[in-house]
């Protein structure tokens, strides 16, 4: 891209807003969640208006050879809603409407978590969804969406009913299991931002249900006896009850060992299944309550210190075994620091139930077999200096490769890892090759491409 590009003459075409560097607002409109991306700083940025500036400012894009990606909570963890050239803001289009005689809800591609459930809390309707409030719905539901009533009620992408998709050449077109049946595939955990921007989605939603919730902590002692007995909880536990059972530290920190969880059922039972690790070491901190579908959403909400960050993800389809566990530990305990109070962990999130009961070539999204993902991750302050991110990153990588010896190389796409290797096969499985296909027939010349696009 030259510089020479004119933006004024996109500000014409569209309805929207375009912003260029210094501009109010800007940096809000282009600005990565993840700080490990800080420096990466667009040209020009256009707050849509429409899905018809969408496809007008893929055109002029085109025209004038300048990079385009779509960002709507901007929250991908390689950064990939952020680049060098011209980036669309989709937060505009957040409009969700619901039909309560169907049960169906329609929602813009830029929709995020905040604004979506106070759209269906009136209706006490749901499907399965983020847990971070601006975290939105386009990159969730494009990487398949995992949500903590995924066992009970299958990935945000398996409610997927139909979506409007604007293409390389500007033009739209509406993707459901009849009509532009190959993209809608695609579109069901193929990852976002490589076939074409997504602005508008109709899901399948279904009543909520009466829920409880739990959280418990352990000091590190009790790690290695936690973290096995919860693992067999998760094996034998029903569909209703979901899982994320991690150990964790920050700088200067014992870690921590947590269970929090979330029971489509009563307290009760969620007490009963948790008896066996209750009965392994007494908790800190023991929280097991009834709560409301909404209030039990607001419980899991994700909260974070922020700054810079790295994720890695393997799997397996069952309980790791006691050296899986102690590799865990072991990590955690020599992590090297920085001064992040989000520090640095390891987790298993359970998935299953009704999950892997969708067949691995139905949906783009492959992993259909996992009991648990584990999940590695580690944060810095970009204030912390060059050395201290290459540590935390030479920590990861050395854990990631430590894993690899109890679980498989498989990877979720939507905890995106720019340092995977063969990540066309890890993220994608055996539906990479028709993923492929598909790229093809609707982005031939690859107008969406980033260091790991299709």
């Not at 948790?274 to 392994?280: E, I, K, N, Q």
Request: proline content about 5%; hydrophobic content about 40%; glycine content about 10%.
């Amino acid at each position: 891209m030259g510089g020479s590009v004119d933006f004024s003459k996109l500000a014409n075409l569209v309805d929207g807003y375009v912003r260029l560097p210094g501009d109010p607002g800007f940096d809000a409109a282009s600005r990565p969640f993840n700080k490990r991306y800080a420096d990466v700083r667009p040209s020009a940025v256009l707050s849509v208006a429409s899905a018809d500036d969408v496809g007008k400012a893929i055109v002029w894009a085109r025209g004038n050879d300048v990079p385009i990606v779509a960002r709507g909570g901007g929250h991908s963890y390689a950064g990939n809603s952020v680049n060098t050239g011209l980036v669309l803001d989709l937060r505009g289009l957040d409009q969700v409407r619901v039909d309560p005689s169907s049960e169906l809800v329609t929602v813009g591609g830029g929709t995020r978590m905040s604004t979506l459930y106070a759209g269906l809390e009136p209706y006490d309707l749901a499907f399965p969804a983020g847990n971070a409030d601006d975290v939105a719905i386009g990159g969730l539901v494009l990487g398949g969406g995992v949500a903590a009533v995924s066992r009970s009620f299958g990935l945000t992408c398996d409610s997927l009913v139909e979506t409007d998709v604007v293409l390389a050449d500007g033009t739209t077109v509406t993707c459901n299991e009849t009509s532009n049946a190959d993209l809608f595939w695609a579109c069901r955990g193929g990852g976002g931002g490589n076939f074409g921007v997504n602005t508008s989605f109709t899901f399948q939603a279904r009543p909520v249900l009466a829920s409880s919730t739990c959280l418990l902590l352990w000091h590190r002692e009790h790690a290695r006896d936690v973290l096995a007995c919860m693992q067999e909880i998760m094996d034998r536990a029903p569909d209703e009850f979901a899982a994320r059972i991690g150990i964790a530290r920050a700088a200067d920190e014992e870690a921590v060992v947590s269970v929090v969880g979330w029971h489509l059922g009563p307290a009760e039972e969620l007490r009963e299944m948790l008896r066996p690790a209750l009965a392994v070491a007494e908790p800190f901190r023991a929280d097991i309550a009834d709560r409301t579908y909404w209030e039990a959403k607001d419980y899991l909400h994700h909260n974070t210190e922020g700054g810079a960050f790295a994720v890695r993800t393997r799997s397996t389809p069952k309980p790791l075994p006691d050296a899986g566990v102690a590799t865990m530990i072991d990590a955690v305990d020599a992590w090297p620091g920085s001064s992040n109070a989000d520090g640095a962990g390891a987790a298993l999130f359970t998935w299953g139930g009704a999950i892997n009961r969708v067949p691995v070539t139905e949906t783009a999204f492959p992993h259909r077999d996992v009991l648990f993902l584990i999940s590695m991750d580690t944060s810095w302050h970009v204030e912390d200096g060059p050395a201290v991110a290459r540590a935390n990153l030479d920590w990861l990588t050395a854990l990631h490769e430590r894993m690899g010896e109890f679980a498989a190389d498989s990877a979720y796409v939507n905890f995106t890892d720019p340092d995977l290797g063969d990540w066309q096969s890890a993220y994608h499985g055996p539906n990479y090759a028709r993923l492929a296909e598909v790229k093809r027939r609707y982005d031939p010349d690859r107008v969406f491409r980033f260091p790991q696009a299709i």
